[in-house]
């Protein structure tokens, strides 16, 4: 798990670096596309408290609980975590996961979101270790995290893009950029989600 997590950081660190780069470039453009130097300087001031904000934003990523994550993810303000459904709505979906198989082994299988989550869960701690199970859960966390750094990064940056931004066009662009990465990346977490849950299901059938 340990190497999983540092794998993720330096994914995320990446992203952060892109997002920066990108921020600079809003900020600065027409500076940069001219070389005027003092609009190129009134703009740097405002890129310095940007990117201070950049630098911030893991760890404000930190006080975000795993609860608020899921929640930016799947969008859903109670039972967000995909446990809370998987019996009853993504499991029937996945050709990999045989109910029948389940409900042999297991016997009646829970309708109750908060019992769906629970059991999910017990079945999760049995298989952990499996490959197919530890690597659809790291990309859950990544893509997870990377959602959750996204709308914290299209919050904070908002004000100084706009307000100090050398060019109003480059920052519209970069806001929509910043909105539309929170976006993209919300639907893959979700889609990792709701796939690691439904992993665990169909390794679980699948055991002797």
């Not at 109750?112 to 966390?141: C, G, I, M, P």
Request: charged share 15%; proline share 3%; aromatic share 14%.
């Amino acid at each position: 798990m340990g190497s999983h997590k540092e794998r993720n950081n330096k994914l995320l660190l990446y992203a952060l670096l892109v997002n920066a780069f990108l921020f600079f470039l809003a900020m600065n453009w027409s500076g940069l596309a001219v070389l005027q130097w003092d609009a190129l300087a009134r703009s740097l001031r405002g890129s310095v408290l940007g990117l201070a904000g950049v630098a911030f934003v893991p760890i404000l990523n930190g006080f975000v609980s795993a609860d608020g994550k899921a929640i930016l993810v799947f969008w859903r303000l109670r039972n967000a975590l995909p446990g809370s459904r998987v019996f009853s709505e993504l499991a029937p979906r996945d050709p990999r996961v045989s109910i029948s198989s389940l409900r042999e082994k297991y016997g009646e299988l829970p309708n109750d979101a908060r019992a769906q989550n629970e059991f999910w869960y017990k079945l999760y701690k049995s298989v952990e270790d499996d490959v197919s199970v530890a690597t659809t859960y790291r990309e859950y966390l990544y893509a997870r995290d990377y959602a959750s750094i996204a709308f914290l990064l299209s919050i904070i940056l908002i004000v100084p893009v706009l307000t100090w931004g050398s060019a109003l066009g480059a920052a519209f662009l970069y806001v929509a950029f910043l909105w539309g990465q929170y976006m993209l990346v919300r639907m893959v977490a979700e889609t990792y989600g709701n796939r690691f849950a439904t992993t665990v299901l169909a390794v679980c059938a699948a055991k002797p």
